[in-house]
């Protein structure tokens, strides 16, 4: 199973970053998996954004879910992150990984990660 992390690495303040993981090697419908978008800003632990559920189900960070959607596309085998009114506090490595579960921090929580994408939110 892989995974791959696309979007643009530079986003201006106030605007909408989207990053798109691309998988291979497994369905985003095969049950019963989940698929999240974790992001590690610089210095800092993992935080888990959300996820999207092999059904179609999307879970939220209560601490971000007011400017965070997720969406996906099963022909394309791929889920989306989108979020809102980026400031700097958003600079991050951005990671997509598959799990059993939705919430985790922790590296072992997941059984495939996306090498990650750097995320700079600057004018």
């Known amino acids: 199973v892989q995974l791959q992390e696309s979007g643009p690495g530079l986003v201006e303040p106030s605007q909408t970053l989207s990053l798109t993981c691309t998988i291979s090697?497994?369905?985003?419908?095969?049950?019963?998996?989940?698929w999240s978008w974790i992001r590690q800003p610089p210095g800092k632990g993992l935080e888990w954004m959300g996820a999207?559920?092999?059904?179609?189900?999307?879970y939220y960070n209560p601490s971000l879910k007011s400017r965070t959607s997720i969406s996906r596309d099963t022909s394309k085998n791929q889920f989306t992150l989108q979020l809102t009114s980026v400031t700097s506090e958003d600079t991050a490595v951005y990671y997509c990984?598959?799990?059993?579960?939705?919430?985790?921090?922790?590296?072992?929580?997941?059984?495939?990660w996306g090498q990650g994408t750097q995320v700079t939110v600057s004018s």
């Open positions: 999207t559920t092999a059904s179609g189900s999307n």
């Open positions: 090697g497994a369905s985003i419908t095969t049950r019963p998996y989940d």
């Open positions: 990984a598959r799990s059993h579960a939705i919430g985790g921090s922790k590296w072992s929580d997941y059984h495939y």
